[in-house]
Structure formats: structure tokens, C-alpha cells
């Protein structure tokens, strides 16, 4: 009984993890979105939406802990457990690199400088789908799936390089005009939380890998 009580308690933990996944998942693609069609409302919804997020976070936290004090977890189940912890953290930071996103569009408001980078939302796409096949390969303990989604994380850095050059370029053509000088520093900005949300997505796959060896390995360590 009390075995399957504890596995019914994890399998909870999965459905909070796909839940959390599921809620960040559509605040970077509502952010992404505000953004390019310059859709104030929308933005101000995903930064209203991330005090939600993170509660969720932390009621996600408290019943691990909970599990942890009354179900007398093994160290396999400890391991998930654990990596529940860490991976709803990084789902949680994931959204407020979206919210960080959404105030980005909320500060250029009608200005079109962010749609003009269309490498912003091939950055985004790239992303999303690292943190969907980071979320999966812990789901499924997928040990092989987990070590080739961080090798995704090199096409998003090339990206992220190619964009700032990009906008570097740019700024150094307007060094008297603060408002475009302002624009194009946000952009870079927005870059960067995307290149951020790739990162995320390999720590949720170093914590997948964890869960199968049971060692902890920094995977395909980013260079920024």
C-alpha cells in the first residue's frame, strides 16, 4: 500500500511537471507573439500570468517535499524527486525569460525593430522545441534523447551570435539617437532570454540523464 501510494505521488509530480511545461511553453509562444504583432494586451496577459507560474512552482515543490517526509522514497525515487525540484525551478525561470519578453514588448510598443530580426523567432522555435524534447526524455527516462536534445543548444547559440552581430552593426550606426539606440538594445536583450530558455532546456536534460546514471554532467556547457 504505501508503495503504491508513493509511486501515485510521483506520477502526480510527472502531471505538474507536463502541466508547469505546458503553462511556460505558451507564455514564450504569447510573449514571442505580442512581440511581432506589437499586441500590447497580449503582453501584459503573460507578465500578469507569471505570478501564477510561479505559486504553481512552488505548490509543485511543497507536495515533493511532503512525498519526501511521508512516503519513504527509495534513492531511485529520491533521484526523481530531486530532479522534480530542480526541473520545475528551471521551468519557472523559463517563463520569466517569457515575461522578460513580453516587457520588451510592452517598452518598444508599435515599434516594428524585433519583426525585422526574423532569426528571433527561429531562435524561438528552435528553443521550444528543446525544452518539449527535454520535458519527454525525463517523462520517459530517455537517457538518448536527453544527450541529443543539449546538442541542439549549439544551432540556437550560432543563432544568438548571428543576431547580436546583427544588431551591434546596427547600433553602431545610430550612436545619436537614443530612442532607436534603446529599440535595438532590447532586441538584443530579447536574444538573449531566448538563448536562455535554450540553456534551461539543457539543464532539464542533465537532470533526465541524472535520473537514468544517477551522476550528475554538465552537458554541451554553453559559451555564454
Known amino acids: 500500500m504505501a508503495r503504491?501510494?508513493?509511486?501515485?505521488?510521483?506520477?502526480?509530480?510527472h502531471d505538474d511537471v507536463r502541466l508547469l511545461h505546458s503553462?511556460?511553453?505558451?507564455?514564450i509562444t504569447d510573449a514571442m507573439d505580442a512581440l511581432q504583432r506589437r499586441d500590447l494586451a497580449l503582453?501584459?496577459?503573460v507578465v500578469e500570468g507569471d505570478d501564477e507560474?510561479?505559486?504553481?512552482?512552488?505548490?509543485i515543490e511543497e507536495r515533493c517535499l511532503d512525498i519526501m517526509a511521508r512516503q519513504a522514497p527509495v534513492a531511485s525515487d529520491?533521484?526523481?524527486m530531486v530532479s522534480v525540484l530542480s526541473i520545475v525551478t528551471e521551468l519557472e525561470r523559463i517563463a520569466d525569460h517569457a515575461d522578460g519578453?513580453?516587457?520588451?514588448a510592452l517598452f518598444l510598443q508599435d515599434d516594428p525593430i524585433a519583426s525585422e530580426e526574423p532569426a528571433l523567432w527561429e531562435m524561438k522555435d528552435k528553443a521550444q522545441g528543446m525544452l518539449r524534447l527535454a520535458?519527454?526524455?525525463?517523462?520517459d527516462k530517455d537517457e538518448a534523447r536527453a544527450r541529443t536534445t543539449c546538442d541542439l543548444d549549439d544551432e540556437v547559440d550560432e543563432l544568438y551570435t548571428a543576431v547580436n552581430q546583427r544588431l551591434l552593426r546596427r547600433l553602431a550606426g545610430v550612436p545619436h539617437d537614443a530612442s532607436e539606440f534603446d529599440a535595438v538594445t532590447h532586441v538584443i536583450w530579447c536574444s538573449h532570454n531566448l538563448e536562455r530558455i535554450a540553456d534551461r532546456a539543457t539543464n532539464i536534460c542533465e537532470r533526465a540523464i541524472f535520473l537514468v546514471t544517477g551522476r550528475l554532467t554538465e552537458i554541451?556547457?554553453?559559451t555564454y
Request: proline fraction near 0%; avoid cysteine.
Open 4 to 13: 503504491t501510494l508513493l509511486e501515485e505521488g510521483i506520477a502526480r509530480l
Open 23 to 27: 503553462r511556460a511553453d505558451k507564455a
Open 43 to 45: 503582453a501584459r496577459a
Open 53 to 59: 507560474i510561479n505559486a504553481e512552482r512552488y505548490a
Open 78 to 80: 529520491l533521484r526523481e
Open 101 to 104: 519578453i513580453a516587457r520588451i
Open 135 to 139: 520535458i519527454t526524455a525525463f517523462i
Open 220 to 222: 554541451n556547457v554553453s
